[in-house]
């Protein structure tokens, strides 16, 4: 059997320094808010060239915190892309403001500059785009329209770990870059945990506030805020992982490049552009008979997902939020998308086992 993903594979590599972390923190009896958070905090910021990183409770958490640090207006509309996984929508609707949906490129699965400059209305006040499946979005395109219209940006970058956009990483362009670490994440903890990057000393401060009951000091609260802090075991863990980010990726890339050189044109491929470094946290393909093919690939013992069955705006919590609302360009996506073994658990040999199988379909 080819599982789609094996994490106790995938973290075996680590798993001494595991130990060592584990035992460090044991010994120190220091569980939340310590130098091992600090430590991570300033490596991953460090990793983006950012000046300030906050750790979070998971990447949900960590978007609703960007969005509550805005201080928003309760009437503000939130742009979103149609075809990302269902928590990019509840952090809006968990701040109180409204989720604009808008359907992504055909082509990269990422959302439609030319649509958000459609649904910008008098009461747009952030951009929330999704660089989905390990693909940054059309930057420049964005930069300008939230330059145009004066918007924020926050960039959920949970698939997204190490990717770039001519050179720069994902997370680094607007106010906020949103992360989860996740354990099947590019960057995943043994648990729960994300994080957010931002350059604004005062966003940072206000961050530090909200994941830890609105206080920076303990038992004098400033603000009204949540229990949302990165536990130091978490931490730990990571700052083992970040080192090996890069080389975690250079291996999904030359898994993903045996795909693009060795699958027929009958299925649609992920497209490649010079301008953009893609992490691959998800391989996904489109074919038109999708159900058939993934029943297929799991008779000839290879697992694969489909992210995601089911678009957010047909979700049953979110029936009534969208009413009336049509995304073609999702549901198209949605009903045709298959995603691939493409892990740092998974082997040349197995991929190309793989790739066997879909050229037999």
Same mark, same amino acid.
């Given at each position: 059997?080819?599982?789609?993903?094996?994490?106790?594979?995938?973290?075996?590599?680590?798993?001494d320094e595991f130990k060592a972390k584990f035992n460090e923190v044991l010994d120190k009896g220091h569980y939340i808010l310590g130098h091992q958070l600090e430590v991570f905090e300033q490596e991953f910021a460090a990793y983006h060239s950012a000046k300030y990183c906050v750790g979070i409770s998971n990447g949900l958490d960590a978007i609703i915190l960007a969005l509550k640090a805005l201080n928003l207006p309760p009437e503000s509309e939130v742009i979103v892309p149609s075809n990302t996984y269902i928590a990019t929508v509840l952090a809006v609707i968990a701040c109180g403001l409204t989720p604009?949906?808008?359907?992504?490129?055909?082509?990269?699965?990422?959302?439609?500059?030319?649509?958000?400059?459609q649904a910008i209305t008098r009461n747009t006040q952030v951009l929330l785009i999704v660089h989905l499946y390990g693909k940054c979005c059309d930057m420049d395109s964005i930069m300008q329209i939230k330059q145009k219209h004066d918007l924020?940006?926050?960039?959920?970058?949970?698939?997204?770990?190490?990717?770039?956009? /001519? @050179?720069?990483?994902a997370g680094t362009f607007g106010e906020f870059g949103a992360f989860s670490f996740y354990p099947t994440k590019n960057l995943g903890a043994l648990g729960d945990a994300g994080g957010i990057i931002c350059d604004d000393e005062a966003y940072k401060n206000t961050l530090i506030q909200l994941r830890n009951y609105g206080s920076d000091?303990?038992?004098y609260n400033d603000i009204i805020g949540h229990n949302n802090r990165l536990d130091e075991m978490q931490a730990a863990f990571l700052s083992v992982k970040l080192k090996h980010l890069d080389a975690m990726n250079a291996h999904r890339n030359k898994l993903a490049d045996l795909y693009l050189n060795n699958l027929p044109d009958k299925y649609i491929l992920p497209v490649k552009d010079a301008h953009y470094s893609d992490v691959y946290h998800i391989f996904n393909i489109r074919h038109p008979e999708r159900d058939k093919l993934q029943a297929y690939l799991l008779? /000839? @013992?290879?697992?694969?997902?489909?992210?995601?069955?089911?678009?957010?705006?047909?979700?049953?919590?979110?029936?009534n939020i969208f009413i009336g609302k049509e995304f073609p360009v999702s549901d198209e996506i949605h009903d045709t998308t298959l995603s691939l073994p493409c892990s740092f658990c998974h082997t040349e040999t197995e991929i190309m086992q793989v790739i066997e199988a879909l050229n037999h379909f």
């Open positions: 059997m080819i599982p789609y993903e094996n994490l106790k594979r995938l973290n075996a590599p680590f798993e604009v949906m808008v359907d992504p490129d055909i082509s990269t699965y990422n959302i439609d500059p030319v649509k958000i400059e924020y940006l926050i960039e959920d970058c949970a698939q997204a770990h190490g990717a770039t956009y /001519k @050179g720069k990483l000091r303990k038992y008779d /000839k @013992g290879i697992g694969t997902v489909i992210h995601y069955p089911v678009p957010p705006h047909r979700q049953k919590a979110l029936k």
